[in-house]
């Protein structure tokens, strides 16, 4: 069984950063794909980053490519998710997930290969 629990949403203004955080807990390993997912109101839940070990990043669409970094520390069991030049667009609540397959290809986009979820923390970003 692995947890998951995000921190360090919140509201911010245009323009700020935020650094959300999730640690995980349970059987975890470095080569074990950590992501970033996000819903914003009214839409469909949309993958953001993902990485694997402490390389074999995926980037999502324009919207977020030189905006956003995922990292870890496998130390902590921990993956984080930094968000600058916010936009209120990126409003969302933000979900991390873990794909338990142990593999060196690159990390999928894909929801249904994340088997564990957190419960998501809430960013909300204002003009």
């Known amino acids: 069984q692995v947890q998951l629990v995000e921190s360090g949403g919140g509201l911010v203004q245009a323009g700020d950063s935020l650094r959300l955080s999730c640690a995980a807990s349970?059987?975890?390993?470095?080569?074990?794909?950590m992501g970033w997912f996000r819903q914003a109101p009214g839409k469909e839940r949309e993958f953001v980053l993902a990485?694997?070990?402490?390389?074999?990043?995926?980037y999502i669409s324009d919207s977020t490519k030189g905006r956003f970094t995922i990292s870890r520390d496998d130390a902590k069991n921990t993956v984080y998710l930094q968000m600058n030049s916010l936009k209120p667009e990126d409003t969302a609540v933000y979900y991390c997930a873990v794909d338990m397959a142990q593999t060196d290809v690159a990390p999928s986009r894909l929801q249904r290969d994340y088997e564990y979820w957190g419960q998501g923390t809430q960013v909300t970003v204002s003009s």
């Open positions: 349970g059987r975890t390993s470095s080569s074990n794909a």
């Open positions: 990485i694997r070990r402490n390389g074999g990043r995926t």
